[in-house]
């Protein structure tokens, strides 16, 4: 009601106004109907009444549409949707970060355990266990996780490369090699821990023991990029470059700016871990099977080094680099020290079968089988 009283006031008030003016026009109707005024226009009676007629009807309007306006203007006034709700955010990937870790412990634990140590096992698997191996006759020397996958949500399968060693009772080891265990891992938790819920303490636990599985194929790699041998010869700029920059980076001898392009930024491994460098191999990718001159500025080579790098006790290391080279004022320089060994696109990696050949050591090491022992 507070809303619909100003307008009443001001159209009260255009209403005073116009009758004011009516008034000044009866007045004026003693004067010629044809007499004109300054401007040169004529006014007549009947012309006035008639406009004033029109403004008092038009102030009439305003009062009575005043409280009609009002409240259409409140109806039309926005509302929120209803039943419209605002999109959810995403649910961020599981993370097997939690169930990998867990599982190679467990591996780790289960290859030590044996008869009489199955309680070792409780903090992983709770199911019942009967080992028939005896304690500690295998130990893995190192494991990492080689796959994981979420099977279900919250339930993944992840796979531990362990590399074993036995101990028989005289206490002489053997390494057996490589070998891979697969194991179900439940996970509870938050998705970042390897669960479903949304918040909550981590918790993990294995459904059974671990199964022993095959080896992964071994890949054949694709070849490489680098089709021109230029061996171990000093005398080649590009080779000669590579020696100079890799003596420097791994003997910290001199600097590395007097072999690096301009506005590349590498720094020398410190504290030094060999004494001298010594180049065995070289590769590239140019063209032409020499090349005692070097090209143009701006011509790019990839190359392929190998060399016996020389400690500090006198042992020969064998390390792999692989550098851009880059051509400038007649000399070349290494523009970047490349993450890994570049291969010809057209030459994809191929599978190869895996094979093991067991030693004689292995074939005489032997794990009493039970019924809950993979």
Aim: glycine share 8%; no cysteine; proline share 9%.
């Amino acid at each position: 009601m507070k809303r619909q009283r100003r307008p009443r006031k001001a159209a009260k008030k255009q209403l005073v106004e116009a009758e004011t003016w009516d008034e000044e026009v009866e007045e004026s109707r003693e004067t010629p109907a044809d007499e004109p005024d300054e401007t040169g226009w004529q006014t007549s009676t009947a012309q006035m009444a008639g406009l004033s007629r029109l403004v008092r009807a038009g102030v009439w309007a305003l009062v009575v549409s005043g409280p009609v306006l009002g409240t259409l203007a409140f109806l039309s006034s926005p509302a929120p949707a209803q039943g419209v709700s605002e999109p959810a955010a995403a649910a961020s990937p599981a993370s097997p970060v939690g169930p990998a870790g867990f599982a190679e412990l467990f591996v780790a634990a289960y290859l030590q355990a044996g008869q009489g140590t199955e309680r070792d096992l409780a903090p992983y698997y709770s199911g019942p266990i009967a080992l028939a191996v005896k304690p500690r006759t295998r130990t893995a020397t190192q494991s990492t996780v080689t796959a994981s996958r979420e099977v279900q949500p919250g339930y993944w399968s992840v796979t531990v490369a362990a590399d074993i060693t036995t101990h028989d009772a005289k206490g002489k080891s053997t390494r057996l090699g490589v070998q891979y265990f697969r194991v179900g891992i439940q996970a509870t938790g938050p998705a970042g821990d390897g669960g479903t819920e949304q918040s909550g303490t981590a918790g993990y636990a294995a459904t059974s023991l671990p199964a022993q599985v095959a080896a992964p194929a071994t890949l054949k790699p694709g070849g490489l990029a680098y089709e021109t041998d230029r061996g171990s010869n000093s005398a080649d700029p590009s080779v000669e470059t590579a020696r100079g920059f890799l003596a420097a980076y791994l003997t910290s001898t001199t600097e590395l700016d007097r072999y690096t392009s301009p506005g590349t930024r590498l720094q020398p491994i410190s504290p030094a871990p060999y004494a001298a460098v010594k180049v065995t191999g070289a590769q590239d990718d140019a063209t032409g099977a020499s090349q005692q001159k070097v090209p143009a500025d701006g011509t790019v080579l990839h190359q392929l080094v190998q060399v016996d790098a020389t400690d500090q006790a006198g042992s020969p290391v064998s390390l792999s680099y692989a550098l851009t080279l880059k051509s400038r004022a007649g000399r070349w320089e290494v523009a970047s020290v490349d993450d890994a060994p570049a291969i010809r696109e057209s030459s994809p990696p191929s599978a190869a079968p895996h094979t093991t050949t067991p030693s004689p050591d292995t074939a005489t090491t032997a794990i009493s089988p039970s019924p809950s022992n993979p």
